[in-house]
C-alpha cells in the first residue's frame, strides 16, 4: 500500500498524523493475535497426537488457552496502572510468543497446558489495549473499531490456510511449523511495541466520591 494510500485511510478515520503510527502498530498486533488463536483450535488434533494425550486433555488445553484469556481481561486494566500501557503490553505480548513456542516443543502434557495459559493471557490483555488505542487515536471510531475487528478475522482465515500449506510438503510437522512462521510474524511486533508510543506511565482510572478518590479496581461498577 503507497503511502498516499495510508494517508487517505488515516484521514477517513480522524486519525492525527503523530498517531497513525501507534495505530498502525494496533492492527498489525491484533492481526497476528488472530492468527495465534484462531490456529490453536486447528492444530488440536495433530497436537493430541504429538503428545499421546486424550480427546479429555487436549479440551482441557484449549480450556486453559480460555481461562489466560479471561484472567488477562480481567487485569488488563490493573495492569498498566501498575507497569504502564507499554510495559504491559509488551510483556504479556511477549509471552503469549513464548506460549507458542511451549506447545511446539513436545515436553510434557504440563507444559502444554502451560503453553496454552500463556497464549491465553497474550490474547486477553491484546483484545483490550487494541481496542483502547483505536477508541483513543480515531475520530471515527466505529469504523475503526470495525476495521480491528476485521483484520483480527483476517488473521483467523489465513493461519488455517496456512496450516493446510505446510501439510501438503510437511504433514507430520506441519501444526509445529505454522507455529513457528506466526512467532516469525510476531517477532516485528515486539520491536513495534516497545518503541511505539504507548505511555510508560503508571496510571490508573480513579472516580471520586465527594473529597476522596477511590481507586478503580476498588470501585465495584469496574468489575461488573
Not at 16 to 38: D, H, K, Q, R, V
Not at 50 to 75: D, E, F, K, R
Request: net charge positive; charged share 10%; hydrophobic share 50%.
Amino acid at each position: 500500500m503507497s503511502q498516499k494510500k495510508i494517508s487517505k485511510f488515516m484521514n477517513y478515520l480522524g486519525v492525527m498524523p503523530e498517531n497513525a503510527g501507534l495505530l498502525s502498530i494496533a492492527y498489525y498486533t491484533f492481526l497476528t493475535s488472530g492468527m495465534a488463536n484462531t490456529v490453536l483450535g486447528a492444530i488440536l488434533p495433530d497436537v493430541r497426537e504429538a503428545y499421546n494425550i486424550s480427546y479429555v486433555m487436549s479440551g482441557t488445553a484449549y480450556a486453559c488457552h480460555q481461562a489466560g484469556n479471561m484472567v488477562a481481561a480481567l487485569a488488563a486494566g490493573y495492569l498498566p496502572y501498575l507497569l504502564g500501557r507499554k510495559k504491559s503490553t509488551t510483556l504479556l505480548y511477549l509471552v503469549m510468543i513464548f506460549g507458542l513456542l511451549l506447545i511446539t516443543m513436545k515436553v510434557s502434557p504440563a507444559v502444554l497446558l502451560l503453553g496454552f495459559v500463556f497464549t491465553g493471557l497474550g490474547r486477553g490483555m491484546l483484545s483490550n489495549i487494541t481496542n483502547v488505542i483505536v477508541a483513543e487515536t480515531t475520530e471515527k471510531k466505529t469504523a475503526g473499531l470495525n476495521i480491528l475487528h476485521a483484520i483480527y478475522a483476517s488473521g483467523a482465515l489465513i493461519s488455517p490456510l496456512l496450516l493446510i500449506v505446510f501439510s501438503v510438503f510437511l504433514p507430520s510437522s506441519c501444526w509445529q511449523i505454522t507455529l513457528w512462521f506466526i512467532v516469525l510474524c510476531m517477532i516485528p511486533a515486539v520491536y513495534l511495541l516497545s518503541n511505539s508510543k504507548l505511555s510508560n506511565e503508571k496510571t490508573g482510572r480513579a472516580k471520586k466520591t465527594g473529597n476522596q478518590t477511590v481507586p478503580f479496581y476498588k470501585s465495584a461498577s469496574y468489575w461488573l
